[in-house]
């Protein structure tokens, strides 16, 4: 104890200097420890989260990285859209001519947000609630229930619209009339994360934004304002940052009729060309279908079929996101050899700072072994200053990375779908700052041998 509380008032008498040092022992540990927390909440969190998701249908232009990120993930904008038939083909058990059984085929459609947080709506059919399953279960509610709104409601508002758009487009007056937007599917549900920043609750309204708050063209949907009859349990995973409203809503939003229906374009022909075709129900655009077969054959009999089909393709998640994590871990690798670089020079800087205090600590020295110090008490008081000054610089880097986590949370899951928990704390932490205590306690090594053999006789000559 002694020997610790000397080499501590030596560190107090140099304080610029061991400041200095442990200013770089912190910044190497608390950037080592980030790309760790990082890499670590990022795998648990993706892997987390594709529970459920057996496969995800997209857009055929699309990459497969992009359709999963954004159907599971709520990363970047919708890469394109599929028609409903894609999904009705899905339902039926149907697809390419083959049996492909599946526990649920369910559609979404994305494209508007809320509050400056841009927490994206997704569109969908009430078996988001009732047949999804995310770790063996229907998704939970922490307060009130689920929106109603079905797949045969779907397509019974869908074959209405479907009429009155033919009607709009061929100049025909068949009588039919737009579908209404009213009060029974503006209704929403929505994730355990939204309430909190939002500070919403049961019966408050939230309002649809096309696009994303701030962006060119964004402007607010009145007509589609939902009230809240859903809160989820926190699930710690992309769904605690979602709304969900009812297909029907997205579909009768005003504005959207542009993209509400998906016209074939024969080759060579200009699209103003199909401009006054008549539509039908399954010519509908969504932006992802969720699917869960029901066994090996009927998910390759999928993967088989949607390699041929033109307008389409099937993402399987649980491929998608190891490869997409083991690309992040080649980048976290990396970041941390410059950590570890570093690391490696504040404990250089540690080294050379002690060695060459040593001139001046030899006659301080030579009065302590004079006092009785032995040589190794010497040698323990030098490496005990490295290990002290190591150990301190790493401790509060790693809570300078916690409290970082905390300010800037918000931030890194807003561009990544990413949420840290700054509270979460791994016992990789522990091994982190004894490991540099370690080589703090090496890099002292030089200095305390110096020190050790310092010549008690001509030390003390040497002052008067």
């Known amino acids: 104890m002694r020997l610790a509380s000397i080499s501590l008032r030596n ?7 061991s400041g200095l040092t442990a200013l770089a022992i912190v910044v190497a540990t608390g950037l080592y420890a980030a790309i760790l927390m990082m890499a670590e909440q990022t795998e648990e969190r993706y892997k987390g989260s594709v529970g459920g998701f057996g496969a995800v249908v997209g857009p055929k232009d699309a990459s497969q990285l992009e359709i999963v990120l954004n159907t599971i993930f709520n990363i970047g904008d919708a890469p394109g859209l599929i028609k409903l038939s894609a999904c009705r083909d899905i339902r039926a058990n149907r697809v390419g001519g083959r049996r492909t059984p599946v526990h649920y085929a369910i559609p979404q459609a994305r494209g508007d947000s809320v509050s400056s947080y841009n927490f994206p709506v997704v569109a969908t059919i009430d078996e988001m609630f009732s047949k999804f399953k995310r770790g063996g279960s229907t998704l939970p509610f922490a307060e009130g229930r689920a929106f109603e709104f079905s797949w045969d409601d779907l397509i019974e508002l869908g074959k209405g619209l479907a009429a009155w758009e033919t009607d709009r487009r061929t100049g025909e007056d068949t009588g039919a009339e737009r579908p209404l937007l009213n009060d029974k599917i503006r ?3 929505i994730g355990h994360r939204v309430k909190q920043k939002l500070g919403l609750g049961l019966g408050d309204v939230v309002t649809p934004v096309h696009g994303k708050a701030g962006e060119p063209g964004a402007h607010d949907h009145p007509e589609a304002a939902c009230k809240i009859v859903g809160i989820l349990a926190p699930t710690n995973s992309p769904l605690d940052s979602t709304i969900f409203l009812p297909l029907g809503t997205h579909l009768l939003i005003d504005g959207h009729e542009g993209g509400v229906f998906l016209v074939d374009v024969p080759a060579g022909k200009n699209p103003d060309s199909v401009k006054n075709d008549p539509v039908n129900v399954w010519q509908i655009g969504l932006t992802a279908v969720l699917v869960d ?3 090996h054959f009927g998910a390759q009999f999928l993967r088989t079929s949607f390699q041929r089909r033109p307008d389409a393709q099937v993402s399987w998640p649980a491929t998608i996101v190891p490869a997409f994590l083991r690309d992040i871990g080649n980048v976290a690798e990396a970041l941390m050899i410059v950590a570890w670089l570093v690391l490696f020079g504040a404990g250089l800087s540690i080294s ?7 001139n001046e600590r030899r006659r301080e020295i030579a009065i302590m072994r004079s006092l009785g110090a032995r040589r190794t008490q010497i040698f323990a008081i030098i490496v005990l200053e490295a290990g002290l000054l190591s150990f301190l610089g790493s401790l509060l880097g790693v809570i300078v990375c916690h409290f970082a986590a905390l300010g800037l949370g918000e931030l890194v899951e807003d561009r990544t779908g990413v949420y840290l928990e700054w509270l ?9 700052v004894l490991g540099v205590t370690g080589i703090g306690a090496i890099a002292g090594l030089l200095p305390a041998v110096k020190g050790s053999l310092t010549q008690v006789g001509d030390s003390l000559a040497q002052s008067y």
């Open 352 to 358: 050379a700072v002690i060695y060459n205090t040593m």
């Open 424 to 432: 979460q704390f791994g016992l990789w932490e522990l091994w982190l």
């Open 293 to 295: 077969p029901k066994d």
């Open 187 to 189: 209704e929403c549900v």
């Open 11 to 17: 560190l107090r008498i140099r304080a610029v200097a």
